[in-house]
């Protein structure tokens, strides 16, 4: 009789707590949804216009917008938001790189202007196939040697009124490329940065481009737009012009739209593909407009007059940190003195790792995302 009664109390004491943390839940939804009917319904239009682009950025979560708004009236926020990039051509002079680095010491190294919007160059490659791999190498870093884990490395805590993060500065420009994971297409997947990071056996990373991920699903292994590695197209095609972050023999950072092919003529040993350019030749990529985007988690990365690699990663989707827009980027960037700089995929999938720490904090709920590309450091 005791052993039923208390079999009986056992039960009564779970059905409370169940009943007991759907009720909390249902609050929690319930004043969810309040907030953001607020947000979209209440004076203030800039908080209904950051609402919107920041939910409509995500793979997961831009059915919030629909819940409240129609779909002419969510467009017409976009499109107010989106303008074309003004075409500026890259000038390469303004990069003074370390002496040790200055030489290329290949030919085919050798640094030939970029173009921002627009690509002057034409397809001369007869073969496209000889220049396309259906998978990524399953090499280790370029490097046999790698620096010491703190040499030449610089963290910088970097604050707004929405968000906080990290900004990596490496001295040596040569130390950074793209981490790549072993193959690519609809039955591969990708790597998360830490795992890249382990690959290639580096000292940091973030993540690079963006990567096809339906609903928030995806696996990592069909990148968006184009990967270079060593020199090789590993995805994309050569005639098709992509939104770039390219490093070149020297180290020089080559950011804006671009062919594959011409990417390869100029150099281009790493690329990774997502955007917009935000800097261009020390200033705003935005011209005489803001670039705009909503508060989310963010990846950039840029490079200084004195050919400093620049990281950059914002929390974001969090009480202590909303995340940055891409004005936000523009101006952390041009107060550290970035010549050129470009965003990188954000969202969950952002990530700042060195040492073995996560520098930064990822939104993704089960952990670390995997990814297609990382930006690693030697």
């Given amino acids: 009789m005791e052993e039923k009664t208390r ?42 216009r950051l609402f ?26 976009q499109e107010a938001d989106s303008h074309e990039q003004e075409t500026v051509e890259m000038d390469l002079s303004l990069i003074s790189l370390p002496a040790q ?10 640094v030939q202007p970029s173009t921002v919007g627009s690509d002057p160059s034409s397809p001369t490659d007869p073969d496209p196939a000889a220049d396309t791999l259906s998978g990524a190498p399953e090499t280790t870093s370029p490097v046999d040697e790698r620096p010491s884990a703190d040499d030449g490395i610089e963290i910088i805590d970097v604050t707004g009124s929405t968000y906080h993060g990290k900004l990596m500065i490496v001295s ?54 184009i990967v270079i590695s060593e020199g090789k197209l590993l995805w994309g095609e050569l005639t098709s012009s992509y939104n770039l972050a390219g490093i070149d023999g020297n180290g020089i950072l080559h950011v804006g739209y671009m062919t594959a092919q011409h990417a390869l003529d100029i150099g281009v040993r790493y690329a990774a593909s997502y955007g917009p350019a935000l800097v261009v030749n020390g200033k705003s990529a935005g011209g005489s407009y803001a670039l705009g985007g909503g508060l989310n988690p963010r990846t950039a990365i840029g490079q200084r007059a004195d050919g400093a690699m620049m990281l ?17 980027l523009v101006d952390i960037f041009l107060e550290y003195g970035a010549v050129n700089a470009t965003n990188l995929d954000g969202g969950s999938s952002s990530i700042m790792i060195m040492n073995d720490e996560y520098l930064t904090s990822s939104a993704y709920i089960f952990g670390e995302r995997v990814v297609a590309t990382a930006i690693l450091v030697k």
């Avoid at 950059?312 to 936000?328: E, F, K, Q, Y």
């Fill in 52 to 77: 919107v682009l920041s939910v409509k950025e995500t793979s997961a979560g831009g059915f919030l917008a629909d819940l409240y708004l129609s779909d002419e009236e969510i467009r017409a926020i």
């Fill in 7 to 48: 079999s009986g109390g056992r039960a009564r004491v779970a059905v409370r707590i169940t009943i007991v943390f759907f009720t909390v839940l249902l609050l929690f939804l319930f004043a969810a949804y309040g907030v953001m009917w607020i947000l979209v319904n209440g004076p203030s239009p800039t908080a209904k």
């Fill in 312 to 328: 950059l990663v914002i929390n974001g989707r969090a009480l202590d940190s909303l995340g940055a827009t891409l004005d936000d």
């Fill in 172 to 225: 040596d420009p040569t130390r950074v490329f793209v981490g790549v994971p072993d193959a690519y297409g609809s039955d591969a997947s990708g790597l998360t940065v830490a795992a890249m990071i382990r690959k290639y056996g580096c000292t940091a990373g973030t993540n690079a481009g963006g990567f096809y991920d339906p609903n928030g699903r995806g696996t990592g292994g069909i990148p968006e737009g």
């Fill in 101 to 110: 680095h200055s030489e290329p010491t290949d030919p085919s190294d050798a």
